[in-house]
Structures are given as structure tokens and as C-alpha cells.
């Protein structure tokens, strides 16, 4: 199960290998060559669908477009970053839809068209006895060191705009619903968080150093198609 936890801890610990980060930018999608230059792909080892992520024409501006026909993967930007007071992401996204079977609370229904994946740094000293075992176990099998708690920015299916759950299959992960539903489908939105905040909000303390920005396109729980696309994302104090 550990494995296929596909908005958990482990997708990003699938996708950070054992190269240390040193980025403290994002490479935008606008000006790639391709999408090689700093993301990387992120898989799992049980899903052999994939969604397919492309660069785009979008109005004369290039985007990243995904598309997932019951497949899951996404991109992962590895970084380094000490989040300090404050430091907000930026992004926009666009989707054409969002599933009628999808569900934050649930882990069958915990697919999203689009979804923004932060991941934070693990602190040992704060963990228990079990969680310390449980790490050390997946990284003597994948031999990588696991994130710690990590934010998901959702574009929900049915989770009101503004909620924040626990990921079904993971109490470090929080689900923070941008977006919500069909009513803006088909068209680009704007979005701006504070991560420091959305850290103190969802855990109770600030945040550790952020390894990983992610995009994810996902419908394997569900069984389901959808296409977004994403623009750049940036961070700024």
C-alpha cells in the first residue's frame, strides 16, 4: 500500500531519487525547450498507465498540457528552499472537468484533474517510534530519503473551495481545495497561496525546507479522462 499511495508521501519520494536539491527557482514551462530541463518524471511502480504531459501553444504562449485516460504520473521541480516567514506560489491552471466519482475524503475517489504538490523536508526528531520504522523500511527498498509532510493545492471535484482534508491514504498530507468543480472549467485561473501560512493552518507549526514542487493530472482511483493544462509557477517572498 505504501507504494501506491498516489497523493501521499511517496510520490514524491518516487521522483527524488537520491540527487541532492540545490534549485531555488522553477524552470517555467514558458520558456523550455523541453520538459527535461528541470522536471523530472514521476511514476509508480504498480501503474503502468501514465498521463501524458506535453508543451503547448496557448495563445501564443507555451503551457504544459496533461492528459490521464485512468493513468497516474506526474512532474516533479526539485528544490531547496527554506520557506522562512513567508513565500507565497504562484500558478495558473486550466481544466476541461473535473469527475463525478471523485472525492477528497475517500481513497477511490482521490483523483483530481489538477493538482499543485508541495513537499517538505522530513524531521526526524519530531516523528515517532513507528513512523521513523516505517520510513527506514521503504528507503531500504527504493533507496531514497522520504519527504516529510507535504500540500496538495487541489482543483476538487466535490470538496467546497477553501476546505482542507487529510489525504485518505496519508495524515501528512493536507488537500487544500483551490478549485472546486465545473463552474470555471475551460477557463485559465489565477491562483496565489501563502505556504507558509497553509503550513501553519494545516500542521500547527511552520514549515520545514520544501524539496519538491509537483504537478499531478491523476484518474487511476476513479477510472477516469481528463485534460488540464498549466502555466508557469513561480515562488516569491
Do not use: C
Request: proline share 5%.
Amino acid at each position: 500500500m505504501l507504494i501506491r499511495m498516489a497523493t501521499s508521501l511517496l510520490v514524491a519520494a518516487l521522483a527524488l531519487q537520491s540527487v541532492p536539491a540545490t534549485a531555488e527557482s522553477l524552470t517555467p514551462f514558458s520558456t523550455l525547450q523541453t520538459l527535461d530541463d528541470g522536471w523530472t518524471p514521476l511514476t509508480f511502480p504498480d501503474i503502468d498507465t501514465h498521463t501524458r504531459y506535453r508543451l503547448v501553444d496557448d495563445q501564443g504562449t507555451q503551457v504544459l498540457r496533461a492528459d490521464t485516460d485512468g493513468g497516474a504520473s506526474g512532474l516533479i521541480h526539485r528544490v531547496d528552499i527554506e520557506p522562512g516567514e513567508k513565500l507565497v506560489l504562484h500558478w495558473r491552471w486550466k481544466v476541461d472537468g473535473v469527475y463525478a466519482k471523485g472525492d477528497a475524503r475517500r481513497k477511490d475517489g482521490d483523483d483530481y484533474p489538477a493538482r499543485i504538490y508541495v513537499a517538505f523536508a522530513f524531521e526526524p526528531d519530531k516523528a515517532g517510534f513507528f513512523e521513523r520504522a516505517k520510513r527506514k523500511a521503504v528507503e531500504l527498498v527504493h533507496g531514497d530519503a522520504l519527504p516529510g509532510s507535504a500540500l496538495n493545492y487541489i482543483w476538487a471535484n466535490r470538496l467546497p473551495r477553501g476546505e482542507s482534508v487529510p489525504n485518505p491514504f496519508s495524515e501528512e498530507t493536507r488537500m487544500i481545495a483551490v478549485q472546486s468543480g465545473s463552474d470555471h472549467a475551460g477557463q485559465w485561473m489565477e491562483e496565489s497561496r501563502d505556504l507558509v501560512a497553509d503550513y501553519r493552518a494545516a500542521f500547527g507549526e511552520d514549515p520545514p525546507r520544501i524539496t519538491g514542487i509537483a504537478v499531478m493530472t491523476d484518474g487511476d482511483n476513479t477510472g477516469s479522462a481528463a485534460t488540464a493544462y498549466y502555466g508557469d509557477i513561480r515562488l516569491s517572498r
